[in-house]
């Protein structure tokens, strides 16, 4: 799997080759605010490596810094007594438009459920 794929959208964010408002940034992840966001926190948290979906996934130590960079999002955001919503689409019936797999977290308004 490449580090990075030179025509994707969100490997060119996390190379900084394409401007984005990021809101945190380690080693393995990048938290950016999402461009067209659906509530008062919206934030794109991705892996610096390039895995187009979640199935393409082969290393799950991937996980790990990205659900530790949810913590700090949250922490960073106040998100905690509120609560929040964590979101990864994968593929056309998830919803997926972006080739780089992402999660969503979401918060500062309650949200539905079941999802449209
Ligand atoms: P998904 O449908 O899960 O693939 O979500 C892709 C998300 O990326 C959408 O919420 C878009 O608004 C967001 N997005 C697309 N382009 C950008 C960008 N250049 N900067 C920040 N967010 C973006
Ligand atoms: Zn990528």
Redesign the pocket.
Known sequence: MPESQADC?FCK?ALKQ?K??IVYEDEFTVA???????APV?I?IIPKTHYATLDDVDDHGIYTPLFDTIAKIVGMKKLKSDGYRV???CGSN??????HI?L?VLGGRPMKWPPG
């Open positions: 959208l964010i394409i984005s408002d950016f605010n999402d461009i067209n966001p659906q919206h794109l979101v990864a689409n998830g919803g997926q438009a972006v080739n992402h969503h």
